[in-house]
């Protein structure tokens, strides 16, 4: 068994609302103050990565 020490890694996907994650704020610049919220939040508690899907839509 090795001794070596292992890292791991782990992020977090913002929400975008294409998945009906944000169906519940009807302001757009809501929405977007969501996201900030989310990423900031994510690199606080040590998060590797962020991403974001590359699809950008969002529900009317």
Excluded at 21 to 44: F, H, Y
Aim: include cysteine; hydrophobic fraction near 40%.
């Amino acid at each position: 068994m090795s001794s070596a020490k292992q890292h791991i890694t782990f992020g977090v996907f913002i929400p975008q609302g294409w998945k009906l994650e944000l169906v519940s704020i009807a302001d757009p610049v809501m929405k977007w103050q969501k996201n900030i919220e989310v990423a900031k939040l994510s690199e606080e508690l040590g998060s590797d990565s962020i991403c974001v899907y590359d699809h950008f839509h969002n529900v009317p």
